[in-house]
């Protein structure tokens, strides 16, 4: 009933008027360089707007709900709010279950702690039975508030196996989806294997973390909590087990432990489905947990999607399912335009954007004439940020980021350095190159951060960010992968993904849902400079996004002609997502399952079966080396096969230890040769480049040492490239040819030669073939180093630590003695790494 009501409040003229001077008065106090400011005559009846927002909190309209938040918190924290305007403020949030809000309003002294003591006893009641009713009590007994998303979401995973839920950026799905993860785990009565998905490499470590920071402060030891793609322990020595992936490390801990089960599935950022190439493997990893575990639990996460229910066509079973779509408020969110005034080029104004209409805020001047045209972005997120930090620069790229924050750091003032800047900057010196910008940036507070940086800079740059050490980051697309950088501000100019592609709406409101941090602020903003300039001009209303599968993108006839012709190798790179189709749909008839997977309404789809029986059919190749190897073509892998028996000298197939001093020439560059010719289609020019960036990687080469050896190789080629672009040429090489396109196609490539030399009885070769791809994942292949890291440790913290350990052999549980007798205070490290390690150690040893 009051839901309804909500609306027609909302509706009213005279709600409106009042509204928009609230809304406008709201996001101009933000901005003290703001000039020629909007007229506005409305006054404002603030008993009438706080009744109007006591009944817009109990719609489910997402513009009801972004109304009463913003009529309370202005209410909060505008001067002229009487003590009962600003309790009624109270009741209204309590009534939005925004406790952070609360708390941020009781921190800044807007609101009195003992403000409940003075709310009508029956309000009161109310207060505490929504309070009750929005928590949940854990295993140990332990209460949890919780807001209503939350709460709806909690109810759907005790009511069916299989949710998927969908809600703004800042509704605190992952808050909830880790408390339930953690509070299975920690169920005295059950023992659970979870795997929780993410996208990206940055993601797990920042999943794990967290994971990690909350098992610590339970106490509890036995709960195993890993991101490392192989079983390093003994399960039965826990209750249960969390193991944070992305897809391909799923797959890489399946293809080496089939037998081992998971019970619990969590897809985080699940939209990414529909990503490519990537997207058709999280299908069938999800696709192949389901098949082998009837009874798995599926939770789903996407970030406000319009159908998130089509997440359950890739878990066919029979379990209970339930969405969960909520339109939850917990931060206003204001979407502003600023652009040139005509013929004053230092001059700007600031609109505000409201259903795809303008209205003016005022104006504001910029430090200096922006010329060239790349000043601009920086220059305007200078001139409209305060000193309190919290503002996120959006760059097109790691060249673009790098000089952005540069030409900030001119514009800046110099600072007295504290001393965790200090630490930071000693750890990039030692982590990534002396020389390396971001040391110099970070002197006045400003930082750049992008996917190929190691991880340890990205986190302890996101963990400054985060405290305000940091003022100003700039980041390229990072940032929509699920990225938990929350920001005050998000500056935008003219935003693409990729290779000058125009940034697709939903990327753009997954990028600005990263403005307003939950707790820390009332609201945020997404400034948008020239946008009538941008190829896509964001709809200010903003449309939930719809949810595709990546494989269902996929044209049947091009798939058809691509097997047709074999899949030519030269075309491999720009036709990924027809090797994984390819590969996907081989699995299915390998499996059994072909007719389930093809759309039977597809006129083609028998010419693709045929197809597929044919390629099947004409392959050598053992079904389980396929399965092993998706996205890499069968057709090539048969190929290679062919290779290996032309070979006459067998022995040099095998890639040697990455210590040995005929690696790279003798045994890499030959390898990676094959792995271009048969596999990739890379241009044997690049080998030698390869070659030497693999083993120099696999021998544990620290990366400054790298990047010296890059920089003089080019100096001595007379190339001449500076410091920066071999810097981060080298980053993305690591990132995205050793640890990844390397890694894939050189497991293959054993398969297939374990195989052969299985086949010609030449079984005492296949003992020598090497782990490369944990030699690759981690960056080491001494024992003692892939130790350190299968505990958890990064790369950099490693190779630090294991300088001064002399023995080259240890397990696990010999580092975990060694660092228990040692103390690593007197090691020298920086900062960061010793926390590293105590945070790493910490369920070990009592710090």
Excluded at 407 to 420: F, G, K, R, V
Aim: charged share 25%; aromatic share 10%.
């Amino acid at each position: 009933m009051k839901s309804g009501l909500a609306e027609k409040v909302f509706a009213l003229p005279s709600f409106q008027r009042q509204h928009m001077s609230i809304l406008k008065e709201s996001i101009v106090n933000q901005f003290n360089v703001l000039y020629n400011l909007y007229d506005d005559d409305n006054d404002v009846d603030w008993n009438n707007m706080l009744s109007c927002a006591s009944v817009l909190a109990y719609s489910e309209n997402q513009n009801c709900l972004d109304a009463a938040l913003r009529i309370a918190q202005h209410s909060l924290v505008n001067k002229g709010s009487t003590e009962v305007q600003r309790t009624t403020a109270g009741i209204i949030l309590n009534c939005l279950t925004n406790k952070q809000a609360i708390s941020l309003a009781i921190e800044r002294n807007l609101l009195p702690k003992e403000y409940e003591s003075q709310i009508p006893i029956t309000l009161r009641l109310e207060g505490v039975k929504r309070d009750i009713e929005n928590s949940f009590i854990t295993s140990d007994d332990i209460i949890f508030s919780i807001n209503k998303f939350q709460k709806a979401v909690y109810d759907a995973t005790q009511e069916s196996k299989v949710i998927s839920i969908s809600a703004p950026t800042s509704a605190g799905k992952s808050f909830i989806l880790s408390r339930i993860v953690l509070d299975e785990l920690m169920n005295p009565d059950t023992k659970i294997n979870t795997v929780y998905l993410v996208p990206t490499r940055a993601l797990v470590s920042q999943v794990e973390e967290e994971f990690q920071e909350l098992l610590s402060k339970t106490n509890r030891r036995d709960v195993f909590i890993s991101s490392v793609p192989k079983l390093v322990h003994d399960t039965s020595r826990y209750r249960s087990n969390l193991f944070v992936f992305t897809q391909e490390r799923l797959h890489w801990f399946k293809s080496n432990h089939p037998y081992f089960k998971f019970d619990t599935l969590i897809v985080d950022e699940a939209q990414k489905i529909g990503d490519g190439y990537r997207g058709i493997l999280l299908q069938q990893k999800i696709e192949d947990l389901v098949k082998e575990s009837p009874g798995l639990k599926v939770y789903f996460s996407s970030p406000f999607t319009s159908n998130p229910e089509i997440l359950f066509d890739v878990v066919k079973n029979n379990a209970t399912r339930t969405p969960v779509k909520k339109d939850y408020v917990s931060v206003n969110q204001n979407l502003l335009f600023v652009s040139q005034k005509k013929g004053k080029p230092q001059e700007y104004n600031m609109s505000l954007c409201l259903n795809d209409t303008l209205f003016h805020l005022g104006d504001f001047k910029l430090p200096e004439r922006p010329s060239p045209p790349s000043k601009v972005l920086p220059f305007v997120a200078y001139s409209l940020s305060s000193k309190l930090g919290g503002s996120l620069i959006y760059a097109n790229g790691q060249a673009d980021a790098e000089k952005f924050a540069l030409q900030l750091y001119d514009l800046a003032d110099d600072i007295i350095l504290s001393e965790h800047l200090k630490q930071l900057i000693a750890l990039v010196n030692k982590v990534v190159h002396p020389q390396y910008k971001l040391a110099v940036t970070l002197r006045r507070r400003i930082a750049f951060h992008y996917g190929n940086m190691p991880l340890l800079v990205k986190q302890e740059i996101e963990r400054l960010f985060t405290i305000g050490e940091i003022h100003f980051l700039v980041c390229t697309s990072t940032l929509l992968e699920g990225v938990n950088l929350p920001a005050r501000s998000i500056f935008i100019l003219k935003p693409t993904r990729g290779q000058n592609e125009p940034m697709s709406e939903n990327d753009f409101w997954n990028l600005a849902g990263r403005a307003g941090r939950l707790g820390k602020e009332f609201q945020g903003n997404i400034i948008c400079i020239d946008a009538h300039k941008w190829e896509n001009v964001p709809s200010t209303n903003r449309n939930k996004q719809i949810i595709y599968k990546a494989i269902d993108r996929i044209q049947t006839r091009e798939l058809i002609n691509y097997i047709e012709s074999n899949s030519p190798r030269e075309s491999n790179g720009s036709k990924q997502n027809l090797e994984y189709a390819f590969t996907y749909y081989l699995a299915k008839l390998l499996e059994g399952d072909l007719d389930q997977a093809l759309d039977q309404d597809d006129p083609m789809s028998s010419e693709l079966k045929n197809e597929l029986i044919r390629a099947k059919n004409i392959i050598e190749v053992p079904e389980s080396i396929l399965l092993r190897n998706p996205g890499v073509s069968a057709l090539a892998q048969q190929n290679l096969l062919e290779y290996f028996k032309r070979c006459s000298d067998k022995e040099v197939l095998i890639p040697v230890a990455p210590e040995s001093d005929d690696a790279v020439y003798n045994s890499y560059e030959p390898i990676i040769n094959a792995i271009s010719t048969y596999l990739t289609g890379d241009s044997l020019k690049m080998s030698i480049t390869f070659a030497i960036l693999v083993v120099n990687w696999m021998r544990g080469m620290p990366l400054p040492i790298m990047i010296n050896k890059s920089y003089e190789y080019w100096k001595r080629k007379d190339q001449t490239k500076s410091i920066d672009v071999v810097i981060r040429n080298t980053l993305d090489l690591i990132e995205n040819y050793a640890r990844f396109k390397f890694a894939k196609y050189s497991t293959c490539y054993l398969d297939i030669l374990n195989y052969h030399l299985t086949n010609i009885n030449r079984s005492e070769l296949v003992d020598e073939m090497p782990d490369l791809n944990s030699w690759l994942e981690y960056g080491v292949s001494m024992k003692t180093q892939v130790s350190l890291i299968d505990l958890g440790l990064s790369r950099p913290t490693t190779l630090a630590l294991s300088e001064f350990i002399t023995k080259a052999n240890l397990t696990r549980e010999d580092c975990i003695e060694w660092v228990k007798n040692n103390d690593i205070e007197i090691l020298g490290l920086p900062e960061a790494m010793v926390n590293e390690i105590k945070r790493v150690f910490s369920l070990q040893l009592n710090f």
